[in-house]
């Protein structure tokens, strides 16, 4: 079995004792540096990843093939990849560019296994009258149209 079969099966043992996490990614270099990227539906600690990187690195063979493991938390910049991680960011403001290069700035209301809704407010002319009112909008988003998803943090 290759490295990156073996990494791949004991991810999967691991996650199925952790049910409340999940992998984001796994990538293997051609100097077998691995880099494995997890997210938990209630956040992740320090102590996730290192149960995760133990899990690997325990039972794999250094001498049998020598090995760089890094094990990382989905940091709040990066890119939302998964349904999963939309359905526990439920409430959050998000920056979505979809695939035709339009961006939306919102709040993530709803995320199911198809695709997300943002809602937000924008200020428009009245219907009748002088003036603007300001109307709440809402945007259904399949996952295929999202090029990019980032977390807008604010302070």
Known sequence: MTLEGKVNLLIEEFLQTRTDLFLISCEISSSNKIEVTIDGDEGISIQDCL???RAIENNLDREEEDFE??????????PLQQPRQYKKNIGRDLTVTTTEGTERKGTLTEADEEGIALTWKERRPKEKGKGKETVELKEQIPYENIKKAIISIKF
């Open 69 to 78: 493991l890094s094990v990382y938390s989905a940091g709040v910049f990066n």
């Open 51 to 53: 149960d995760c990187s």
